[in-house]
């Protein structure tokens, strides 16, 4: 049987309700729920669907704990494993590097052969650049906590309808 992670670090409090959105939006106890803070390499591989918590910080870049996990995904080799990427971002406040982080962990996933699904389109959002953007998409799910709150929910039911049909 084909397993799915849904990794996050515990330590956030907005990806977190994000995390636990989605999880309801499955609406299967079969995904497993990983603390992005604790993740090693073989736990990331034991995982066929990967859906990670990516929020961006510091002025476009990861937060620490991704960063951190970084050099051990540049060694894996992930043909055959598909990911999914939601990211907390500020486009009002970060207009330069809004959901940065989402563009920045696809990059380093797909160079190592991962299938990257779930990607959104660039409509309903305001900003200047993202390392996210792909033509007219995002690397995956954007959410707009500081300004866009009340579109989460709609937003996370769609992509995860998405996701179920991308996978598969
Ligand atoms: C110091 C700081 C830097 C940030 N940098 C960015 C950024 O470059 N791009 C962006 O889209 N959001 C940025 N944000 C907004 C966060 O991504 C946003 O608040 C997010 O919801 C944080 O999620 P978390 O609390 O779950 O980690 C930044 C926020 C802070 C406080």
Request: no cysteine; hydrophobic share 40%; glycine share 8%.
């Amino acid at each position: 049987m084909k397993k799915t992670g849904l990794i996050y670090s515990f330590n956030t409090k907005k990806t977190a309700i994000a995390a636990k959105l989605i999880h309801e939006a499955f609406s299967t106890k079969n995904i497993d729920i990983v603390n992005a803070e604790d993740i090693d390499e073989k736990k990331f591989l034991s995982y066929d669907l990967l859906i990670l918590g990516v929020p961006t910080w510091f002025d476009g870049e990861l937060p620490n704990y991704w960063d951190e996990f970084v050099p051990a995904i540049e060694d894996m080799d992930l043909k055959g494993k598909t990911v999914a990427i939601f990211g907390n971002g500020d486009q009002r406040g970060y207009p330069e590097n809004f959901v940065d982080g989402i563009g920045i962990m696809a990059d380093i996933l797909e160079k190592r052969g991962a299938k990257i699904i779930g990607h959104t389109s660039v409509e309903g959002y305001e900003f200047e650049r993202s390392k996210a953007q792909r033509g007219s998409m995002l690397a995956g799910l954007a959410l707009d906590f500081e300004n866009q709150r009340k579109l989460n929910k709609e937003r996370i039911a769609k992509w995860v309808d998405q996701l179920k049909k991308e996978f598969n």
